[in-house]
């Protein structure tokens, strides 16, 4: 997914997705998978784990609806 698309997710859904894609990543490592699919699968944790991070700085408790 681009960037873009993670930007308009809320901090929770990241935090969701990140938990998948991690097990993806856990999952492609353990089958052997190629490296290109290991790879791309890190870019994407890292650049959700990035979007976290970024979002927990700019975090205020009165942000909820």
Do not use: W
């Not at 930007?7 to 938990?19: G, P, Q």
């Not at 993806?24 to 890190?42: F, N, P, R, V, Y």
């Not at 870019?43 to 408790?61: A, D, H, Y």
């Amino acid at each position: 997914m681009p960037k873009e698309g993670y930007s308009k997710m809320s901090l929770i859904d990241l935090c969701d997705l990140l938990v998948i894609k991690t097990q993806s990543l856990l999952e492609a490592i353990h089958g052997k998978a190629d490296e290109a699919t290991i790879q791309s699968c890190t870019n994407e944790v890292e650049l959700i784990q990035k979007m976290i991070t970024n979002r927990k700085k700019n975090f205020s408790p009165n942000s909820f609806p």
